[in-house]
C-alpha cells in the first residue's frame, strides 16, 4: 500500500521538533540567509541529468538546531542527448541539527520536507513539468572564515526527493552569513 | 548536547522516513524520457527483414527492433531499456529480452514493444502447420567469396494436417539445429571442403573456404511425415573468389586496410595474436578488406620453435613462443591448398603443423607467410642478494663480519609480471679480483681473499645491468 506523507504529519514532526528545541535553554540564537549555486541531479535507471539552480535560503539558528526556509530558482538546464531537463523551481523545509557545536568544522544533519519542480523537453514531445515533493535528508559541512568569523562557507548534501524510479540529489556549496 | 532535542531527532527522522513514499506513476513519463533520450532515439520499429510474422507451435523466436536515431536519419538495434508483452488472451509468452515462446496451440497476436515513451506493435500468427522438408537454402540469392561467411535463413515448406499447403517460411527453431547439410562440388558430384554450413544458437551460416560451384543439400527430420528423414532438393550455389590479396597482421590492428606486421617477435613463452586480412574486390570496383581468419588456413615450419592456435572464436591465430633464439614461418592461405585437410578441422578451423601453400599457378588460392621471431622475454627488472643479504645497485654494502665466500643470486622481473631466479643465466664481471675469486663450477659464487675491504661485480642480464657493492671488514 502507497502510503504519502500529508503535510499535516509534516506539520506534527515539526511541531515535536520545534517543542524539543525550545524548551532547552538558549545560549544562542539568530537569524542568516544563505546563498549558494547548486546542482540538482535528476537520476533514473537509464540516465540522468544535472541542471543548475540558485540556492537561497532564509534561516533561524537556536543553539544546535537551525531552521531554514529554501527557495531555488534555475541557473542552467542540462541535456541528455535531445532531452533537456530544467528546474524551474524548488522550495523547501529544512531541519538541520549540529550535534557538536563547538567544532571549528561543524557537521550537520539536515531533514526536511521538498518540492522540485523539473520541466522536460524532448523531440515530439510536448513540453510538460511536473513537480515532486517528499521528505529530504542529508548532511552540510560549514567553517567560519577567519577574517569574518560571521561568514561561514558552506557545502550540503541533499536527497530532496526518493522515489520509486527517480532520484533527485542535490549538491550545494556557498556561504551562510549570520546576522 | 541535548539528549532531549537529539532523541526527538531520531524519532521523527524515523517517523518521516517510514512515511517517505515515491510515486511511481507520476515519476513515469519522466523516467520514459530518460529511457528514449538515454539511446537517443525518437521512435522504435520492428524491422521486417529481422522479423517473423509467422511461427510454429512449440517454436520460439527473437524479436528485434530498431531506433531512429534523433536525427531523423539513423537506425540502431535497441537492445537495452525495451520492455515486451503480448496481446491480451495470447497463450504463448514473451521474455524480457525479446524471446516469443509460441504456445502449444495456433492463436494471432500482436507484439508491443516499448522503449520509455515509444513504442511499436507486431502481428505475429502461431501456427501448427508441419514442417515438411527444407525448399530454398535461402529466402534471397546469396552472393558470398571465398573465406567468407553469411547468415543463410533456409526456408521450408509447411503442411497442415489435412494435407493442404500452409506456407512457406523460414524454418524455425525447433528445425533449424536439425538440419543436417551435404555439400558436394557440382563438376564430380563428390563431397567438397569448399564451403561448410555451420549452426549455432539456431542461425546458420555458410563458410565458404574455397571457389567454385557447389550442391548444398538439406537433410532434416519431416513433422508432416512423422519424423521421415527428408533430403531437400539440390541447391546450386557458387562460391566467388573476388580475393585480390592476403596478409597477416596483429589482430589489435584496426585499419586493416593499411595494417602490416611489421613488429615479428615473440617472446619466448609469451603469446602474440595475429589474423588474415583479405582484401576483395567489391562488385563497384573498390577494395574491402576484412578479418578471414577463420576460414583461412593456417601452417607453422617449426612447432618445436613455436606453436599456433585459433582463439575460440576464430577470429585470431595466437602464436606462443617456444625456443628463444629461434624463428618460424606462420604462414596463411585462402583456397584450395596443397595439403590435405581432415573434414573435421574444416568446421574447428584449419591449423597445421606444416606450411600451408598454394600450387604454382593456381589462382584460386592465395597465400602469405611471415618469418617470427622468438626472443627471450623481456626483464624490466633485476634485484641481487649477497649471502641473503639485499644488495642496492652500486651502493655498498657494509658487512659486519668477513664472510669466507660470497655467493650471488639475481632475480628477473618479466614483463608480464612474472619473476624468476635467473644467476645462472647472468654475466658477471669480477671487478676485485684481489679480493674475491670465483669458485669454478659455480655461476656466481666467490672465495674471498684474506686481504682487501671492496668488492665490486657487474652484473648483466639482457638489457639490465647491477654492480654489486660489498665493503668488508678486515
Known sequence: MVVKLRLKQLLLHAALISIAVFAAPAAYAGTYIVLAPAQIKIKTDPGSTKPSVIDFRLGYEVNEHKFELAV??????????????????????????????????????????SQVEIEST????????????????GIGLEEALQSIPQLKFKVDLIQMYKGDDLDLRLLSVGFRYEF | ??????????????????????????????????AAASLDIIAIDFPAEANEAIISVDAFFDYSIEGLRSNGVDSVPVTSNVTWSLSDGAVSSIDENGRLSAGSVAEQMTITATVGHLS??????????????????????????????????????????????????????????????????????????????KTENNIANLQALQTGDVIIQARAPSDSQDGTVITSVDFNQTLDNNLNSIKICRSTDTNLDTCALTNKDVVENNVVSLMAVGKYQQTDGSDSSQNISAYSKWGISNTANATIALSADLQQLN???????????????????????????????????????????????????????????AITAISITANDLDLQDNIARVFTTRPTSIILKVTADFSNSASRVVTAEATYFNRSAEVITKKSGTSAEYTVQPTGNDVEIFVEMQNQNFTVKITLPN
Open chain 2, 319 to 377: 602464436v606462443t613462443g617456444k625456443l628463444k633464439e629461434t624463428t618460424t614461418n606462420v604462414s596463411v592461405a585462402c583456397g584450395n591448398v596443397e595439403q590435405s585437410i581432415a573434414d573435421a578441422d574444416i568446421e574447428k578451423g584449419v591449423v597445421l603443423e606444416v606450411p600451408v601453400t598454394c600450387a604454382n599457378g593456381n589462382l584460386n588460392c592465395l597465400q602469405k607467410s611471415e618469418t617470427m621471431n622468438v626472443i627471450s622475454e
Open chain 1, 122 to 137: 524532448y523531440i515530439n514531445v510536448p513540453t510538460s513539468s511536473e513537480t515532486f515533493e517528499g521528505v529530504s535528508y
Open chain 2, 120 to 197: 511499436d506493435t507486431f502481428d505475429v500468427r502461431i501456427s501448427a502447420a508441419k514442417f515438411d522438408q527444407v525448399v530454398m537454402l535461402n529466402s534471397t540469392a546469396l552472393t558470398i567469396n571465398m573465406c567468407t561467411a553469411q547468415q543463410i535463413i533456409p526456408i521450408g515448406n509447411y503442411i497442415n494436417d489435412d494435407g493442404s499447403a500452409d506456407e512457406q517460411r523460414p524454418v524455425d527453431s525447433r528445425i533449424i539445429n536439425t538440419i543436417e547439410w551435404l555439400i558436394r562440388n557440382a563438376e564430380d558430384d563428390t563431397s567438397s571442403q569448399r564451403a561448410f554450413i
Open chain 2, 1 to 34: 548536547m541535548n539528549f532531549k532535542s537529539a532523541y526527538c531527532f531520531l524519532l521523527c527522522t524515523f517517523m518521516l522516513l517510514l512515511t517517505a513514499c515515491g510515486d511511481a506513476e507520476k515519476e513515469a513519463p519522466l523516467v520514459d524520457l530518460f
Open chain 1, 72 to 113: 531555488m530558482s534555475s541557473m542552467n538546464d542540462d541535456s541528455l542527448n535531445e532531452l533537456v531537463t530544467d528546474i524551474p523551481s524548488v522550495r523547501s523545509i529544512l531541519y538541520r541539527y549540529n550535534p557538536d557545536p563547538s567544532s571549528s568544522v561543524k557537521l550537520e544533519f539536515i531533514l526536511g520536507y
